[in-house]
């Protein structure tokens, strides 16, 4: 059996493995407890299993930096996130915004708030402005349409980012038409079961994978992803996450740890690790060289140092809270969201200095994937 040294070689080459090696390197970061109900779960994995060893994790977060570095040197891109709304039409069971959390505190932004969190941004020094929120049909096509022509006429240098769910494609044009240069919609898992164990009835894996197909179709950048080690997945899950990634060929990759939410159904379901999450990000960075890859929010609430842990992983974006400080704390998808910290926009010098305490630098640029730059 090749060693798992040899085996992140292979991928550092050829930016791809048989199932039967990705396998080898997604197997150790899973936990085992980690099951849907019902789920027999594959326990004869010779091999597979033996966690990793410290000198296994050096190199392959060695050779993704080096793989990033090839593309975009020591830059660390950043993203102003701008949470608007906090409601949301969908049960999905991880979120802690889910319609059915009847103890969420919910708010929206009006278009002149929105509008000054853009301002404040690009003061200090954001050229990309990332609108997220529930899917909240308050906000028809024609306000978002309107949001999205008032910021880019506004800061004609910066780039619009959406992140609010499934829509048609008509809607999704309709964006791209007023500006909008970029969409995140993470696949959140791609298997079958698995979506449905995560997702209510109504939402379908399906649908959303076209979403992100005819996203791209449209010229959007889009930013594909899936949380790690959510209730219920399985190893053999992520790998159908990677394989959809490689079919469709996405600019950004969202992954960060699941994180329990008190008031959801998965209040106590264990919490993803930190090194499962770092060496999923390693594997991407080595997979594709070329997406931006953040080292989420998620990753700085479970560590002190996630995000600096993430960019030293292959991570090259962050995105700092933009939102107004009073709406911060209701934005809630997970127990104990970092909010008032580094990660708020305003404490850049603090950011700035985390993100060179490894060897990067920030970049003050809108910072599009290569492809597209
Ligand atoms: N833990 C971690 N990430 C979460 N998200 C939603 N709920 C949680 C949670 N409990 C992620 C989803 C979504 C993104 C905006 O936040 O992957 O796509």
Redesign the pocket.
């Known amino acids: 059996m090749a060693s798992r040294i040899n085996i992140i070689n292979k991928l550092a080459k050829n930016r791809d493995l048989t199932d039967e090696e990705f396998l080898r390197l997604i197997y150790p970061a899973c936990s085992f407890v980690n099951r849907m109900p019902g789920e027999e779960g594959s326990l004869d994995i010779p091999g597979r299993i033996e966690p990793w060893t410290e000198n296994e994790e050096r190199h392959l977060y060695l050779k993704a930096r080096e793989t990033v570095e090839k593309v975009y040197g020591k830059a660390v891109y950043l993203r102003g996130l701008i949470e608007f709304t906090n409601y949301c039409k969908n049960g999905?069971r991880?979120?802690?915004i889910n319609k059915g959390n009847i103890r969420a505190e919910r708010y929206r932004l009006n278009i002149d708030e929105i509008l000054s969190c853009c301002n404040k941004g690009y003061e200090l020094g954001f050229r990309t402005f990332v609108l997220?929120g529930g899917e909240d049909p308050y906000y028809t096509d024609e306000m978002i349409c309107g949001i999205i022509s008032l910021i880019k006429s506004s800061h004609p240098d910066c780039a619009v980012t959406l992140?609010i769910g499934e829509k048609e494609r008509e809607s999704y044009q309709a964006y791209f038409d007023a500006g909008a240069d970029r969409y995140l919609l993470?696949e959140?898992t791609s298997d079958l079961k698995h979506y449905h164990f995560l997702h209510p009835d109504t939402l379908s894996m399906e649908h959303r994978q076209n979403c992100l197909y005819t996203l791209k179709s449209i010229g959007y950048q889009v930013g594909a992803?899936?949380?790690v080690e959510s209730p219920g997945q399985r190893p053999e899950h992520i790998l159908k996450d990677l394989r959809f990634m490689q079919e469709l060929g996405p600019h950004m990759i969202?992954v960060?740890?699941?994180?329990?939410?008190k008031d959801?159904c998965f209040a106590y379901e264990p919490q993803g690790s930190l090194k499962s999450t770092l060496h999923m990000l390693g594997i991407l960075r080595l997979m594709f060289p070329e997406v931006l890859l953040p080292a989420t929010t998620?990753l700085g609430t479970i560590d002190e140092h996630g995000r600096e842990k993430g960019l030293l992983a292959g991570a090259n974006v962050i995105m700092p809270n933009l939102s107004p400080s009073d709406v911060r704390g209701k934005y809630l998808?997970?127990d104990g969201k970092l909010c008032t910290g580094d990660e708020a926009a305003e404490h850049r010098e603090g950011l700035v200095r985390r993100v060179e305490s490894v060897g990067c630098h920030v970049e003050q640029t809108r910072g599009d994937h290569i492809s597209m730059a």
């Open positions: 999905c991880y979120c802690g997220q992140s993470r959140e992803g899936f949380m969202g960060g740890p699941f994180i329990p939410h959801t998620a998808l997970y």
